[in-house]
Nanobody, 117 residues
């Protein structure tokens, strides 16, 4: 399995940027897919896919973040990133790093992102 540790969350104003990081316990190049989900306040059972990247380099983004968020990796550091620009109050959520490796889903502990208006 893969251990994931997120960092980089915080409190920002609308229009500002944040970069989330997710350190993986094994080589990212060996992981089938990695991505970011988020869970907004009051939606305890709903975790929304924000962005995902596969080993072939293909990516998918939620419509709500296209053009503002960018997912990327640094294979040398075994780290996944989510660059978030032009943040909006509706981006407020706990952001979770996700991995799919050898048939198993893995999750980080989550990092809070709060965007004030």
């Amino acid at each position: 399995q893969v251990q994931l540790v997120e960092s980089g969350g915080g409190l920002v104003q609308a229009g500002e940027s944040l970069r989330l990081s997710c350190a993986a316990s094994r080589s990212i190049s060996s992981i089938n897919a990695m991505g970011w989900y988020r869970q907004a306040p009051g939606k305890q059972r709903e975790r929304e896919l924000v962005a995902i990247m596969r080993t072939d380099g293909s990516t998918n983004y939620a419509d709500s973040v296209k053009g503002r968020f960018t997912i990327s990796t640094d294979n040398a550091k075994n780290t996944l990133y989510l660059q978030m620009n032009s943040l909006k109050p509706e981006d407020t959520a706990v952001y979770y790093c996700y991995s799919f490796y050898r048939g198993f889903n893995g999750w980080g502990q989550g990092t809070q992102v709060t965007v004030s208006s």
